[in-house]
C-alpha cells in the first residue's frame, strides 16, 4: 500500500518546520504534487529530499542524535502507526533499545531477520549505533507479541 505524506507529517518526521518545508518547495529542493490545495510526497520523493546533503547537514545541526546518515526512515514506521487512526484490526508497535556489541548486534539482528519470515503483515527495523541496538517492530497484535514472545524465550537463558 503505497502511501501520501503531507507538510504536516514531513515536519514530525524531520523536525523542520512547514514555513522550512515551503522554502524547500520554492527552491526546488523538496518536490511533491500539490492535491485540493494540499502538498502531497510519496516516499520516494521523501527519499530524495532526505538524499539531499544540505538536508542531510540541516537535520544534523536540528536534530543532534543523527549520526551517520539518516535514521528518520526508519523511525518513520512509528509515525505510520500513529498516524493511522482506521485499523481495522489489533495492531501493535514495540520500540526496544538494547546494549549489545557489535558482534552481539548482528546477531540479534539475525534473529530478527529470522522472525520476520513468518509474521505476514509485520515490519521492523533493525539499527546499531555506539554499543545500542535499536528494533522497531509495527504489525498485528499477535505477530509482535510472537516475536517479543521468541525474543524473551531467547533471553531467558542468559
Not at 4 to 30: C, E, H, K, V
Not at 115 to 123: H, I, P, S, Y
Request: aromatic letters at 10%; proline letters at 2%; a negative charge.
Amino acid at each position: 500500500m503505497d502511501r501520501n505524506y503531507t507538510l504536516d507529517d514531513i515536519a514530525m518526521m524531520t523536525g523542520f518546520s512547514t514555513r522550512t518545508l515551503r522554502n524547500y518547495l520554492n527552491q526546488g529542493i523538496l518536490k511533491g504534487e500539490k492535491t485540493d490545495g494540499k502538498w502531497q510526497f510519496t516516499a520516494e520523493e521523501i527519499d530524495r529530499f532526505f538524499a539531499e546533503p544540505f538536508v542531510k547537514e540541516g537535520l544534523r545541526i536540528a536534530e543532534p542524535f543523527v549520526k551517520e546518515g539518516l535514521r528518520i526512515k526508519r523511525n518513520a514506521i512509528v509515525f505510520d502507526f500513529l498516524a493511522d487512526r482506521s485499523k481495522q484490526a489489533k495492531s501493535a508497535c514495540v520500540i526496544l533499545d538494547i546494549p549489545v556489541s557489535m558482534k552481539e548486534s548482528k546477531t540479534l539482528s539475525e534473529f530478527f531477520c529470522k522472525q520476520m519470515e513468518t509474521a505476514l503483515g509485520t515490519v521492523f527495523t533493525f539499527d546499531w549505533n555506539n554499543g545500542s541496538a535499536r528494533v522497531i517492530l509495527s504489525g498485528a497484535e499477535e505477530s509482535v507479541a510472537n516475536i517479543m514472545e521468541a525474543y524473551h524465550r531467547m533471553h531467558s537463558d542468559d
